[in-house]
């Protein structure tokens, strides 16, 4: 590991400045990704910015009904919190699916929107990677692709975002906050990772030092319900090859409202519009189900041994709505 210096910072405003003052700095949440990929060789910051510590730990009601959930609340206690269990479960649902109850523990929600790809490629210095090094190469397209992206990847990148929790937000049109040099900003969840495209090196719309405040959550639907699911090799400590994060309110057996977002398949979490427009105020039927998600997974590109991701996110989407429709 390269030698780095450590700062710890006891306000959102401190943090900015020690950032925009610091060439090479990053801002250090619990440490379970940045870490890892310090000690690989992956990242080299100059010096951390502990933001850990930062009053950002709170969950706190909005006016209109909605939750603010600060950058520093740990990823279990987001879990367990009794408002996102009982108002947005697939909040909750995801984030239990994701890592262990030590890692949970530990992880913030800032952190785990930004952790990075687990492409082997990536995070091996050895290998030529376009993430890491730009212009090298791509050595997943024709390499070891199974996890990789089915949706929307380029001919530079074929990595998968791997946040489960970032699904879900996805799924429940929550609202990132930023605060960086230029002040502060907001940008819906839906927007905030990226497509590869010829620059795959950037995994979000996040400038250089801006530091995530917050998550926003909208209020709940009247009548919807919210579940997550997710499909692994092994049943923890596993990443998505394929997950569903879906919101649905059905009245009188038609789709009222439907919003459904896909893990696992893209390099950031995939937002099934195409879907959503098949099932608006149609029957709330596995028929229906099955003709939306068909809509959306249209649009797949599976790479030579990866689809079976497609079959596998189709039969997770049915199989999350048909369960959501049941409760109504
Ligand atoms: C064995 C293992 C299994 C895992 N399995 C899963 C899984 O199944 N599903 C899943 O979703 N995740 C999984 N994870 C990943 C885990 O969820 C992430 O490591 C964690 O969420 C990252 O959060 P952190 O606070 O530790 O981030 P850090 O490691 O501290 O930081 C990650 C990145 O975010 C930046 N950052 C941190 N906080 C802020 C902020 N407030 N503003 C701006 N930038 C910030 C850092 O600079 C860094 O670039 C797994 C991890 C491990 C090690
Ligand atoms: S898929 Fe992306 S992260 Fe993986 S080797 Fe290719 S460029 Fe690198």
Known sequence: MKPFGYLRVDSVDEAVRAAAGQPGAQFLGGGTNLVDLMKLGVETPRVLIDVSRLPLDRIEELPDGGLRIGATVRNADLAASRPVRERYPV????????????????????????????????????????????????????????????????????????????????????????????????????????????????????????????????????????????????????FALASVGAVLAVRDGVVEHAALAFGGLAHRPWRARAAEEVLRGAPATERTFARAADAELAAAEPLRDNGFKVPLARALAVGVLADLAARD
Do not use: W
């Open 91 to 238: 909040l909750s649902q995801a984030l239990s699916a994701g890592a262990s109850g030590q890692l949970r523990n530990t992880a913030t929600t800032g952190g785990n929107l930004l952790q990075r790809t687990r492409c082997p490629y990536f995070q091996d210095t050895s290998k030529p990677c376009n993430k890491r090094e730009p212009g090298t190469g791509c050595p997943a397209r024709d390499g070891a692709h199974r996890d990789l992206a089915v949706l929307g990847h380029s001919a530079h990148c074929v990595a998968t975002q791997p946040s489960d929790m970032a699904v879900a937000l996805a799924a429940l049109d929550a609202t990132v906050r930023l605060h960086g040099p230029e002040g502060e900003r907001t940008v819906p969840a839906t927007d905030f990772h990226r497509l590869p495209g010829d620059s795959p090196e950037r995994d979000t719309v996040i400038r250089l030092g801006e530091l995530i405040t917050a998550v926003e959550l909208p209020p709940r639907r009247p009548g919807a319900h919210s579940r997550y699911r997710k499909a692994r090799d092994r049943a923890s400590f596993a």
